[in-house]
């Protein structure tokens, strides 16, 4: 990429961000934040073939003669609590 | 978060789900009141356990069943050895015997939920990002540590002026009301309207910036907060949408005591979700009980 273009990109960010009211909160902790954000991919718990719906898995259940397992919570196990 | 991180963060149990049971996952304050075969069912099994007020008391806890409904188990207790101890005594019970698959005949619409069609869902995850005593409790580590998820439901219209470049005020309204809520340790209470302060959210270009302030009446919990995000459409549909609140929150509800003293920093996340996660079916627990006064 040429020097010119650099030079564009640059100006066309800096007034791109400078158009939106200042908040407090900075790109890079933006960044920093959302990345730690997110849940532990390899978590045991998220590799239970969890279903959601008692029938559904009363159906699999039947087929496969297994007893069920049902996690039931105040608010949803998978979400909230 | 208990759970997770506790009774199923054993590999002894989670190899249990993975290959011997049949593995669901409910909120139980559904299926306790849904008056269909999905309710039907639930409350013919939790009814042999020992919860089974089914009009105003909780029925949560860890079940074990046959698939004809036969109780085979029950605990509450999150202590991995004493869900292994149920899982052995319930197995010792069970019986593989042929079954009938059990069939939709109705259900009941109030409990039945689904995302809005041409919407969007978006993960919400919050954390404290400090202010808690140090403690030894491992149970309180974990709630101190601990991420939560909800998901946020975007309707069809908010969809379109997101991508033509406008942050709707109903759209705004539901993330203050809902979404900036501390649920890392339970059930957050949410705000009522009279309690969102003020809201200011923005698109320009790709570029979402926002600040909410939350207080109640009372001044017990407040919420004051920065936002700062990014989007991406194609041809007219946002396919990427990242963005963080964070700023200085107080207080604590009903079911989320044990918030650290004074105020303290609670961030944030939204993420565009794909379908891939398993909770991205989940309504989100603002709209339990009266969807139409989440998304109206």
Same mark, same amino acid.
């Given at each position: ?10 100006? &066309?960010?800096? %007034? ?8 407090? *909160?900075?790109?890079?902790? &933006? ?6 954000? !997110? ?9 239970? /073939? ?18 069920? %397992? ?12 | ?21 049949? /593995? =669901? ?34 029925? !949560? ?25 149920? *899982? ?12 009938? !698959? ?39 580590? #974990? %709630? ?9 439901? =975007? ?10 470049? @406008? %942050? /709707? ?7 203050? @009301?809902?979404?900036?809520? $501390?649920?890392? @340790? ?17 698109? $320009? ?25 990014? *989007? ?11 963005? =963080? ?6 207080? $604590? ?10 105020? &303290?920093?609670?961030? #944030? ?8 996660? #398993? ?18």
């Amino acid at each position: 990429m040429s020097r010119t273009l650099i030079c564009a990109a640059a100006l &066309f960010a800096f %007034f791109h961000l400078a158009a939106v009211p200042a908040a407090d *909160l900075a790109e890079e902790e &933006f960044r920093q934040l959302h990345a730690e954000l !997110q849940p532990a991919k390899d978590a045991l718990w998220r590799t239970v /073939p969890w279903k959601t719906s008692v029938l559904d898995a009363q159906q699999v259940a039947a087929v496969e003669k297994k007893p069920l %397992f049902i996690w039931a919570m105040d608010g949803h196990p998978l979400g909230c609590t | 978060m208990i759970d997770r991180e506790s009774t199923f963060a054993d590999k002894e149990i989670v190899n249990f789900l993975q290959s011997r049971v049949i /593995p =669901v996952a409910i909120d139980q304050w559904f299926q306790r009141r849904q008056k269909d075969s999905e309710g039907d069912f639930y409350r013919r099994i939790a009814s042999q356990g020992p919860r089974h007020d089914f009009e105003s008391g909780t029925t !949560q806890g860890l079940y074990m069943a046959s698939a004809d409904g036969t109780f085979l188990g029950y605990t509450n207790n999150r202590s991995p050895e004493r869900v292994k101890e149920m *899982l052995r005594q319930a197995m010792l019970k069970f019986r593989p015997v042929a079954t009938e !698959q059990l069939t939709v005949e109705r259900e009941d619409p109030r409990y039945t939920l689904t995302a809005p069609t041409g919407g969007l869902i978006v993960r919400v995850q919050a954390k404290v990002m400090g202010g808690y005593e140090e403690t030894d409790d491992v149970m309180k580590q #974990i %709630f101190q540590t601990a991420l939560s998820r909800d998901n946020l439901w =975007v309707s069809q219209s908010e969809h379109s002026a997101i991508a033509a470049g @406008r %942050f /709707p005020k109903s759209l705004a309204l539901r993330i203050a @009301r809902f979404h900036l809520v $501390d649920n890392t @340790r339970g059930e957050p209470p949410m705000w009522r309207e009279s309690e969102v302060v003020k809201t200011n959210f923005e698109i $320009d270009g790709t570029v979402v910036r926002g600040h909410a302030e939350l207080s109640t009446a009372s001044g017990d919990r407040s919420y004051s907060v920065d936002l700062l995000g990014e *989007l991406r459409t194609e041809d007219g549909k946002v396919v990427e949408w990242n963005m =963080v609140a964070s700023g200085s929150f107080f207080g $604590d509800g009903r079911y989320t005591r044990g918030a650290p003293q004074g105020k &303290f920093p609670l961030a #944030i996340s939204f993420t565009l979700a794909d379908g891939n996660d #398993i909770a991205d079916d989940i309504p989100p627990q603002g709209s339990r009980g009266w969807l139409r006064g989440y998304l109206p």
